[in-house]
């Protein structure tokens, strides 16, 4: 069983919307979670880093998590073109790496 | 700018070759990471190195290897390449263990 699993997409969205993302996770020991945007053949940037359960918002960002049931969500709010790009969750495996999702590429729509 | 430089950026090569892949991580960090990311695979976990001691293993052939210098630089290598060995390759560095992940820019290998 795969450590994080995360829908691919691809998501289309028009400007102006939320954009709503997620992954699920096997392991419940898991105690931090973190989004990474990576754009087109860019290395991935650290979004958002969330350490419990509950929300963690950055401006338009939002990072949920319910370890009940072992779900992480990112909201965008106000989706901008500037945000078209693949969104990867990310959960600490054995040894502390970091096991990534499959990645949800989202495009926003001017 | 994550602060973790990658060269070189593009490597075209043949197949039975062998490249080198060169990491040099953030001020301050003591651990490198590398990653595969391919199309059909994703980002795939290779090897972590800590303070130039190899600490933990991921899905890394045996044609690949890695080392971690004193100046805490790393440098991947790739041999014996086959045509699936096409991918981008990412460094990574953190402070330490379970840190946040800054990522380079990586290295685009084609192997034709």
Redesign the interface.
């Known amino acids: 069983q795969k450590e994080v699993e995360q829908d691919p997409g691809p998501l289309s969205v028009p400007e102006g919307a939320i954009v709503s993302l997620n992954c699920t996770y096997s392991n419940s020991a898991f105690q931090y979670f973190m989004w990474y945007r990576q754009y087109s053949r860019k290395g991935p940037e650290l979004l958002m880093y969330t350490y419990s359960s509950g929300n963690k918002e950055d401006g338009r960002f939002t990072a949920q998590v319910d370890k009940s049931s072992k779900y992480i969500s990112l909201f965008i709010r106000d989706s901008q073109p500037s945000d078209s790009a693949t969104y990867l969750c990310a959960v600490p495996g054995s040894d502390y790496k970091l096991s990534f999702g499959a990645g949800t590429t989202v495009t926003v729509r001017a | 700018d ?1 602060g ?1 430089t990658q060269t070189p950026k593009h490597l075209i090569t043949a197949t039975g070759q062998r490249v080198t892949l060169r990491c040099s991580p953030r001020s301050g960090d003591l651990s490198v ?1 590398w990653y595969q990311q391919s199309l059909d695979q ?2 795939q ?1 290779l090897i ?1 190195y800590y303070n130039g001691e190899e ?2 293993k ?1 899905n890394i052939l045996e044609r690949f290897s890695a080392q971690q210098f004193p100046d805490l630089h790393s440098e991947l290598n790739l041999s014996s390449l086959e045509l699936g060995d096409s991918a ?1 390759y ?1 460094c ?1 560095s953190s402070v330490g ?2 840190s ?7 290295t ?1 290998l084609s192997v034709l």
């Open positions: 994550s973790v990471y994703g980002l976990f972590q600490r933990a991921g981008l990412f990574a263990d379970g946040k992940l800054f990522f380079g820019s990586g685009q």
